[in-house]
């Protein structure tokens, strides 16, 4: 990385590369970096654009990025960039990420390749893994637990979308042990951004539009990483009974989460733990008792919005959540990762992203 200039004290910018620029993640990444105030964007790459200006492919970038897309010829963004961010499908990710690491660079990687520390949920959930060895050295990239690990991270694997708003959701009360760990049910809505940029019938508008689907109950691939951070933090073994839908919508999640507490409590003392939990941190948005959250707030921002619904017993409660499924469960906390791996503040160039209309 670069060194402290010797009279300011002050890092040089660092040049940043993002290969797989133009999937909605990489978009989100180009959008935040262009303006980052210690960034300098050395490399974008894809491999259908490969030759274009980036404001070529996507206009609205015109004369803010106008980089050249290159192709995905690694040695060459490594030439380039001192820190890679790798916005690839999963699978393709593994080896795109062994080259970077093997070239000296730090690397923050947008699949799920490296979220797993253990290989046998990756081979049951996403197939074979022929970098077992850097699963052992990523760091799971959420900074509200593991900020300390990010800080010293060579490689950081950034958090699935869904798992984002469900793990922050439930912190508070699994660091507590307050909810029966096998209670869990998880009702999340996702907008059709959360299956990327590639033509799928499914997604098309006219099979989306005026309609409300669940899919993969049982069998999605996020289930695992969810209950891989959650047992983590409740030092037990918590089940997620997981139910996705998609809605028609751009961006954004929703998620309803159903847990059975422990103890009896009251709504003002849950809202009081959470405050704690939570007061410190500049990504989550604690709502008022009673207020819940809305998609339309926290679109295009990099905050999680909670809310807290207690039963009349006060032994059962919904915690709800939302977050735009592209920044803060993506690219929004890949430039927090990036910050902390850095040295920078936490909040550089996510403090006042606009909201997308």
Known sequence: MPSLLFHGCRKAMIR???VGATGY?????????ARHP?????ALTSRRESGKAYSQVFPGFRGIVDLKITGHDLGRVCERAELVFLALPHAESQAAVAEVIE????????????????LKPYRHWYGEHRFPELLRRAVYGMPEIYRDKIKKAILVANPGCYPTSVILALKPLCERRLFDPESVIVDSKSGISGAGRSVIPTMMFSQVNESLRPYNIYHHRHTPEMEQELTALYKKKVQVTFAPHLVPLNR?????IYIRLVRKTSLERLHDIYQKAYSHEPFIRLLAPGELPDLMRVRGSNFCDIGLSLAESGRSAVITSAIDNLLKGASGTAVQNFNLMSGYPETTGLEQLPLVP
């Open 103 to 118: 070239r000296k660079r730090k690397a923050i990687d947008l699949s799920a390749d490296f979220r797993f520390k253990r």
């Open 25 to 33: 993640t990489g978009q989100e990444l180009v959008r935040i970096l």
């Open 252 to 256: 954004g999640i929703l998620s309803t």
């Open 38 to 42: 210690e960034v300098e964007l050395s």
């Open 16 to 18: 940043t590369a993002v």
